[in-house]
């Protein structure tokens, strides 16, 4: 048998088709492999929801359509069935790897979250890009575009005809008979158009879903069919939509259905202009310990956007979506590495410790000396990160992000190629905040007062000493606590440090982006460092925010936002994180003025965790009674239950503000 008839034999479709024509391009075959999966696929079980699909979908082959790869393989699963084929399959579309060093992957390597234009397929229909894709004059693109939108009409036809035969509600099928391949007529429609696109885009992200459903609205409440789109995100673990400052009902519809879920994490932007009832709503929500939504700041976050690409206009800049976590995209338009690395700044100062501050004279040029191992560890990995762009470019073509995202087809260009409209890069700066607390003590201790040699404190922290532990977490002088000393230093390192990515390009993209934006990988990052000065244990996570580490934050949440606000954040576009922790006990007025104040401040992004402690340690000792319990980690959100231990234990240790 031939590798497509064998790939048959396993029950795996969509491999089979991307072996039909072996001679053709990798965009060719990937995108004939997607056809055939949508061809043959297990359809989801349809249970009287609003919205089809819904749920996880069943994934019975082990090949299957991936945004970030186009085709994904399940290497183990094949590999016990045939390990030849996996071999092979792997030989030929697995070519692509990254180059970035793994210890600066902190959050990301190469990762490649996105959001479909949305908007422009309920205006227009898919069917309506067919005369736009035969402009194209790569043949392999042009056939390969139709092989998947013919790939979409048969899971449509397929699905309509499921629903059919177990009886489903009529306006479903009505609607799935029209949408996406034609053009949505009422705000039903568009919502089952939505939804059906997320499956498409393996459900990464919503995009801005309340502007882009604004023309279809007259005064429905589709509240219900929200919480059935945001649940169908949920179960497939796909992450964020963003809240214009274009406010209309259909945002506060947004904030309620909101409630108690795990996600969307929704990016909410908020200024002094904005309504009451949107706070009032947004709030509500927050009350229900969903950690959502975040608040951002338009004037500071698109504006600097704005300011850092010229490219982009003023009408694109308010389509503003946080892609995976929080990273900065524009929805419909971005391929943006997000993360494309995360420098661990704790690692290289463990490093510059141990081969520096002996011969050090000066606190100024154990400094410098560590400025210039971030600097080398920035050039290199911002060089990794243009050497894997163009090996991607190459070797792992996606065609169904090609077909979703603008311009790629009508430049006639595939999307990781520079066929979207805007592309950078961001890069993770992890452990900053320890970073800084562990200079002033070694500015202190050792360069000041004199109390500690620059071997002793060596001493001290390869034996992993207690009690200097326990006095360097207690050091006077530290961020988190509005000093003056403290402040000055960290907008001194911040800037420093964010400053060396401000006249640097990827080979694929208008320039990098600064961001502080941990996810889970703090745990990780921390394990291979040893005891550091700011009071940090051998192998303790790294601090999961730009908020203060160890309980430090001991003089309320003015002085901890003050703090946050030191750091040079105008340059972090990319987003930088604040995790902030309250009791539902807050009051509205005072919360408003404190995100209003941060945001005033420069600060550009502050998201909540609404709970007591007392809960928190509950939920750690009995699981099974708080399986609803949601939690802000390190720019996303997730079930306090499903967290590893270490994490449950970072967030129990959080000071919570009342």
């Keep these: ?100 060093m793994p210890e600066h992957t902190v959050a990301g390597n190469m990762y ?27 043949k392999d693109m042009r056939q390969g575009l139709l ?128 309504p009451e009832e ?87 040029a154990f400094y410098d000396s560590y400025l210039a191992k971030v600097r080398q560890a920035v050039d290199q990995v911002t060089a990794q990160i243009s050497d894997s762009q163009l090996c991607r470019a190459k070797y792992n073509p996606v065609p169904m992000r090609t077909l979703l995202i603008e311009d790629c087809i009508d430049k006639g260009t595939e999307y990781y190629n520079g066929g979207a409209r805007y592309q950078w890069s961001i890069i993770n700066f992890a452990g900053i905040i320890n970073v800084i607390d562990s200079m002033l003590v070694i500015r202190d201790l050792v360069f000041g007062e004199a109390s500690l040699s620059p071997d002793g404190l060596i001493q001290l922290l390869k034996s992993n000493d207690q009690e200097f532990l326990k006095k360097a977490r207690s050091h006077p002088v530290s961020f988190g606590k509005d000093s003056k000393d403290a402040n000055r230093f960290s907008n001194r390192l911040s800037k420093d440090v964010f400053s060396m990515l401000d006249h640097k390009k990827p080979a694929m993209g208008e320039g990098f982006l600064p961001a502080s934006i941990q996810f889970m990988s703090q745990v990780e990052a921390g394990k291979g460092i040893g005891a550091t000065p700011d009071g940090r244990t051998s192998g303790a996570p790294l601090c999961d925010s730009l908020g203060a580490i160890f309980g430090k934050d001991t003089k309320g949440p003015t002085a901890l936002l003050k703090s946050a606000a030191s750091l040079d954040l105008e340059r972090a576009l990319g987003v930088p994180v604040l995790n902030f922790n309250i009791t539902p006990d807050f009051d509205n007025n005072a919360l408003k003025a404190l995100i209003l104040g941060y945001l005033k401040l420069g600060g550009i992004q502050m998201q909540i965790t609404c709970t007591s402690e007392e809960t928190l340690k509950e939920a750690y000792e009995t699981p099974e009674l708080h399986k609803n319990l949601v939690v802000r980690v390190g720019g996303y959100s997730e079930y306090f239950y499903r967290l590893s231990d270490e994490l449950k234990r970072m967030i129990i240790n959080r000071t919570i503000h009342r």
Aim: charged content about 25%; glycine content about 8%.
């Design 1 to 100: 048998m031939n590798p497509a008839e064998q790939w048959k034999a396993l029950g795996e479709y969509g491999a089979a088709g991307m072996y039909e024509e072996p001679e053709r391009s990798l965009f060719y075959r990937k995108a004939l492999g997607i056809r055939r999966y949508y061809e043959t696929c297990q359809l989801a079980e349809y249970h009287g929801q609003t919205l089809y699909p819904s749920g996880v979908l069943p994934n019975k082959m082990e090949v299957f359509p991936h945004y970030m790869e186009g085709m994904h393989m399940n290497e183990q699963a094949v590999s016990q069935k045939d390990k030849e084929m996996a071999r092979r399959f792997t030989s030929e579309f697995y070519q692509y790897k990254s180059s970035v």
């Design 112 to 138: 490649t979250h996105s959001m479909p234009n949305y908007e422009r397929i309920l205006k227009e229909g898919l069917l309506s890009y067919i005369p736009r894709i035969e402009k194209i004059e790569e």
């Design 147 to 274: 092989h998947v939108l013919q790939g979409i009409q048969q899971y449509l036809s397929r699905s309509v005809r499921y629903l059919e035969s177990v009886h489903g509600e009529q306006r479903l099928i009505s609607a799935l008979k029209k949408v996406p391949l034609f053009p949505a007529d009422n705000i039903y429609e568009a919502l089952v158009a939505w939804n059906f696109i997320l499956y498409l885009d393996n459900c990464d992200n919503l995009g801005c879903v309340a502007s882009g459903l604004l023309p279809y609205y007259k005064g429905e409440d589709v509240t219900e069919i929200l919480k059935n789109l945001y649940d169908n995100l949920d179960a497939n673990n796909g992450y964020s939509m963003s809240l214009g400052t274009d406010y209309s009902p259909l945002t506060l519809q947004c904030l309620e259905a909101s409630k108690e879920k795990r996600r969307p994490m929704i990016e909410l932007f908020v200024n002094e202009n904005t």
């Design 278 to 364: 949107v706070w009032d709503k947004a709030f509500e929500s927050v009350r229900t310990g969903s950690g959502q939504p975040a608040f951002y700041s338009d004037q500071r976050l698109l504006g600097g956007l704005k300011n850092k690409f010229p490219s982009l206009s003023q009408e694109d800049a308010k389509r503003f979506c946080g892609g995976g976590c929080t990273e900065s995209m524009i929805a419909g338009y971005s391929n943006v590495g997000s993360l494309d690395a995360g420098v661990n700044l704790l690692l290289i100062l463990e490093q510059t410790i141990y081969q520096t501050l002996s011969k050090s004279k000066t606190f100024e």
